[in-house]
């Protein structure tokens, strides 16, 4: 049974009629292409194939099933030869995306299409690569889901209105795929928010069999079309302990926040000023052009320079409060705050062991001659290890950033080339440059999902 | 042999004849009373008894052997007694210190006079309590010293000078028995010296029988009356590498000032004024009056404290370079530097994990609740645990230090009562105060030994 808000929030996330006599239309013009080539078989999967795609979705997965007999050499060569073909003769402009091999991506009426070679094998314990697990997927929720598809629509909204739908990277979220097996697990929207009430990191749901393998991930959903994977395994502890928080705060008090969030207030230069000035701490940002790939590429590089940038303030005595990051269209930026953004001058060098003889002797030598002038206590050991006090190099957290040093941490290829072109430091109120309101203000008053709700 | 440096040394540390004539009539006199009883036997021991004290060592030890037939509690009453009717003859007043037990100290002619019971045993093997092992020792050392007298001075003066001269807790340096063993055992000063230069933590030196236990300090040296004892077991491992280093620069480049330091530079406010400045950081001091215990007693209680305030600034989040504390006659002082003395405003406060249901309710309720209006961002999960962003009670680090949090820390009962007659907090240059000039002096500019002697 749905309540009341769960019946109105339907209305307001099932597909128009338009909406899905636009999908199915090009999707089966797609479908035609492929079929009509010979070479493999078109068949819709994800959301649009199990009817579980929420209003608003304008992703479309088509996969061209090949014989299992190709190599996996040919069925990528003419996988992507075919799917040109198919996009060229839909009059739609594709480009390469990578998953563990090549497909191929193209708008077609404002739809997002991915068209995906992969053998046509005869049970998931065949499968030769990722891609070939969709197909089985799809049929086992068409098979599987029964009266769910509201169910699943509504557990959907509810993840992505809490921000934590999506399997990728920057999300560590739940998948579609996932959504529909806990709502076929459980027998419902209802039954899920319920359980998940109560998880606890190491829960394991198995839809079929059992697993025939260990799994660490927080959360394990053995797949019922191969029970060596996980289908949980991309949700991070923290987006799991999200949702498990949303699914009590659900229970608590419904409301229609749960499913379509209000938007969030604006930020301005002068409120993040006084949100500042009250916290007492120091923001910097990390500003620069993003490298002209796809977020797949782009973002974990991001992440990956968020945390060398991180390492470089701890590194050189700066206290770090957060760090995050954000790829926009045109820019990127890496956003800090820090305890103070002055730290001071004296710095504790550890040197080698006293027993180390020939080091000990060296740094002695260096630190009682050439670089005497500069020391300003020390050396002296602590435990049997030396240590000399010493001037900072940097004492002020923008110069720092500002510095070649930026250049010498691990940033990941693209953001190297890209750094190469320059940065901008940014500082505090500063922080906030347009396409980055939001960021900067999330940033700044960072709470859980249900708390935005609730607030 | 001797160098030309080490000879002119010498003719500076061995005692007058004037010294040693009183010294000898002050034992000699307390001795008489002792055996005169015929309750014990008195008996020289210590440096004075070896003939191993060095110019202006004003400590007199006398024990008194009682028969081995005795109880422990007799020997501590009769002990007592007799040292009190002993002092009393001799017009000293005496007061009680204690060791393992009860024993005597007064102040003869501006010597240091210790008058201690114990028992008379058979061998180091029979020995009943610490204190009855010293008659061994004494007696070793006088079978065993032959030539070496004046290595043991030379090695006495060098440690003293070096600052790792005395086995109390304050200084974990090297006793005079222990320097008596090493010249003993490698043969000489100049072999010490050449000997500790490549020492390592975990060195055994057996001077007779090899040890009859594990014995897990820096530096082992088994004690030839009793191989269950490590001689060096006060040792710690910061001044046995004081002494490593120093030995080392010894042989490198021997000079007058390794035995006899020239009086450091003094310091002014306006000096430490200008240290601090360079440096970046803050100074305070906590200071108060002194609890009318002797060092034994205090200065363990104090090192406590200064321990505890440490982790107290620390909780609070303020940042520490170090810490240091001073015992002085009639204040003490707690001297801490650190990063800053401001901290942010705001506090990161760790909640619960979000799958213990009934505390992180609670916590959600009470920061979503009464305490909303002062929360800065949050709660927010992190890896499945709950963190709020909160205003910090003290963002000044003097603050802090006169709040009542300081009585709440682990301080020591004699400093606890002390403190309750109130406390002053310093800052900066204002923690150069009569009695601890030098001391914030040595903080400021703390060197190795070594380091000192050649700056």
């Known amino acids: 049974m749905k309540s009341p808000l769960e019946k109105e929030v ?6 128009t009629d338009e909406e899905i006599c636009q999908v199915c239309a090009v999707a ?4 035609d292409e492929v079929d009509k080539s010979g070479l493999a078989e078109g068949m819709v999967v994800g959301s649009v194939a199990r009817d579980t795609w929420v209003r608003g979705d304008r992703d479309l997965d088509i996969f061209m099933l090949f014989p299992p007999d190709l190599s996996r050499e040919d069925l990528e060569h003419e996988g992507l030869a075919l799917a040109y073909r198919v996009f060229t003769a839909l009059g739609a402009r594709a480009h390469e995306k990578y998953a563990e091999h090549p497909y191929l991506n193209a708008t077609l009426e404002g739809l997002d299409v991915d068209l995906v070679p992969c053998y046509r094998v005869a049970s998931g314990y065949e499968i030769r690569s990722a891609v070939d697990r969709t197909p089985f997927h799809t049929r086992y929720v068409k098979a599987h889901i029964g009266d769910y598809r509201d169910d699943v629509l509504l557990l959907k909204q509810f993840a992505i209105s809490g921000g934590v739908y999506g399997s990728d990277q920057m999300t ?6 996932l959504c529909e097996l806990l709502v076929i697990h459980y027998g419902g929207f209802h039954r899920v928010i319920q359980a998940a009430s109560r998880w606890r990191p190491g829960t394991v749901i198995a839809v079929e069999a059992e697993g025939n393998r260990e799994f660490h991930e927080p959360l394990i959903v053995i797949d019922p079309v191969d029970p060596g994977r996980n289908v949980a395994a991309a949700l ?3 987006r799991m302990a999200d949702f498990v928080e949303l699914c009590r705060g659900y229970l608590t008090a419904p409301k229609e926040a749960f499913f379509l969030s209000p938007a969030p207030p604006g930020i301005t230069r002068d409120m993040v000023e006084d949100i500042i000035r009250d916290r007492g701490t120091a923001l910097y940002a990390l500003v620069f052009m993003t490298p002209p790939y796809i977020e797949e590429v782009v973002v974990p590089q991001l992440k ?3 945390a060398s940038l991180a ?3 701890t590194r050189h005595g700066f206290h770090l409060t957060r760090a995050d990051s954000k ?6 930026m890496v956003l800090v705050e820090l305890e103070s953004g002055s730290a001071p001058r004296v710095r504790r060098h550890r040197g080698p062991p006293v027993w180390n003889l020939e080091n000990a002797e060296k740094f002695l030598a260096k630190y009682l001659g050439p670089d005497a002038s500069s020391v300003f206590a020390g050396p002296y050991n602590e435990e049997g290890v030396y240590i000399v006090e010493v001037p900072r190099a940097y004492t002020d957290a923008g110069s720092l950033l500002a510095s070649p040093e930026v250049m010498g941490v691990g940033l990941g290829k693209h953001i190297r080339i890209a750094l190469e072109g320059g ?3 940014l500082k505090d109120e500063e922080c906030v440059i347009p396409g980055f309101e939001e960021f900067v203000r999330d940033f700044l008053g960072k709470s859980s999902p249900l708390v935005k709700v609730i607030r």
Do not use: D, Q
């Open 10 to 15: 339907l209305t307001k996330v099932r597909p």
């Open 28 to 31: 089966a013009r797609i479908i």
């Open 172 to 177: 560590g979220g739940f998948s579609g795929y």
């Open 236 to 238: 991070s502890l923290t």
């Open 304 to 306: 990956r320079s968020e």
């Open 311 to 313: 390492s470089l303030f």
């Open 327 to 332: 790829m926009n269209g045109i820019r990127s």
């Open 423 to 425: 940065w901008e430091v």
